[in-house]
């Protein structure tokens, strides 16, 4: 694995692009100690089961790519361990992780996207994105004292529960429109 550590960006990108394209995902470490292989498993099989913060934490790996701190969130990897590994195991088990996080991604924006309204812009709305998750952390967690707790929870768990406040914060907002139109053909 050291070697992609010392490879340019030219390098790294065609490496990428191969691992996008070629290798297949495989979430099992093949390792190797004193002439002996051994496999080595993620903590868990599916993401859904991470905590909140371990998904947070690869997905800041994964957009400052270090290849390392994923798989050290993932497989309790130390930095030794890391460079003696075989890279293209290694870049499949990459692929797996970029495979379910895009599944879910895929959730996500499904079941939480909403689009701001012009009266949100014009609210300010678009300030707020720069807080990134602290917002549903604190929307679910007003207690500055028990948020830690909530960001141990599986991710499962706070997504449910995104996905149902956004819920009802559409039905309400559906039915402040309703009602605001009944008013308007009332006064007619």
């Not at 340019?8 to 394209?21: L, S, T």
């Amino acid at each position: 694995m050291f070697e992609y550590v010392k490879f340019n960006a030219e390098e790294r990108e065609f490496v990428d692009d191969v691992i996008k394209n070629y290798i297949k995902a495989n979430p099992i470490l093949r390792q190797r100690k004193y002439f002996r292989r051994f496999n080595r498993k993620p903590k868990v099989k599916d993401f859904w089961d991470l905590s909140w913060e371990d998904i947070l934490m690869i997905r800041q790996a994964f957009k400052t790519e270090q290849l390392f701190d994923v798989l050290e969130i993932l497989y309790g990897l130390t930095e030794k361990e890391f460079m003696k590994l075989e890279m293209l195991n290694v870049f499949a088990c990459y692929k797996w992780v970029t495979d379910e996080l895009l599944k879910l991604n895929a959730a996500e924006e499904e079941r939480l996207h909403s689009e701001l309204s012009s009266e949100e812009i014009n609210a300010g709305a678009e300030e707020l994105q720069e807080y990134g998750y602290y917002n549903s952390l604190k929307a679910m967690c007003p207690d500055l004292l028990k948020q830690n707790d909530y960001l141990k929870l599986p991710y499962s768990i706070i997504f449910r529960d995104m996905a149902h406040s956004k819920l009802i914060s559409d039905i309400n907002k559906k039915y402040q429109e309703n009602a605001a139109r009944k008013n308007r053909v009332n006064r007619s």
